[in-house]
């Protein structure tokens, strides 16, 4: 992969959702990391400042994968790495955690939100997408 290929954090308990995203992302010419564990994935956010993260909802518990984001965006070295949550809770478990506004995405602490399954092309333009925004200086 070349040095200048962007980066994501790929975090989801299930192995095959994980092998299936490796794909996408490597398609689109991605450098990735996975995780099954939200730990390790902070772990490696730590060791190397990655550009985007793709994280489940329901991992170890119901909200691992919001105390995921929250702990990101609560650190001020991450607060701009765009986080996208793709989750099946809602046809898995009958909730509804589908963001209406902004501010609900901002409550979630996530950048985007995509439901499983989610359609490659959809998932790599909104990944390009968030990529080029944290790219523009903020004031």
Do not use: W
Request: aromatic share 8%; glycine share 4%.
């Amino acid at each position: 992969m070349s040095p200048l290929a962007p980066r994501v954090i790929l975090l989801d308990d299930d192995a095959d959702f994980l092998a299936l995203e490796r794909k996408i992302f490597e398609s689109g010419g991605y450098e990735v990391s996975s995780f099954s564990d939200p730990k390790a994935a902070i772990a490696a956010l730590s060791e190397s400042r990655q550009t985007l993260i793709v994280c489940d909802l329901m991992m170890t518990a119901l909200d691992s994968g919001f105390s995921f984001a929250k702990k990101v965006k609560g650190d001020p070295r991450f607060r701009r790495v765009p986080i996208i949550i793709v989750s099946a809770i809602g046809s898995q478990k009958g909730f509804d955690f589908h963001p209406r506004t902004a501010e609900d995405l901002a409550a979630m602490n996530a950048d985007a939100f995509f439901d499983k399954p989610v359609q490659p092309q959809a998932l790599l333009a909104k990944a390009q997408e968030l990529l080029s925004s944290a790219e523009e200086p903020h004031s």
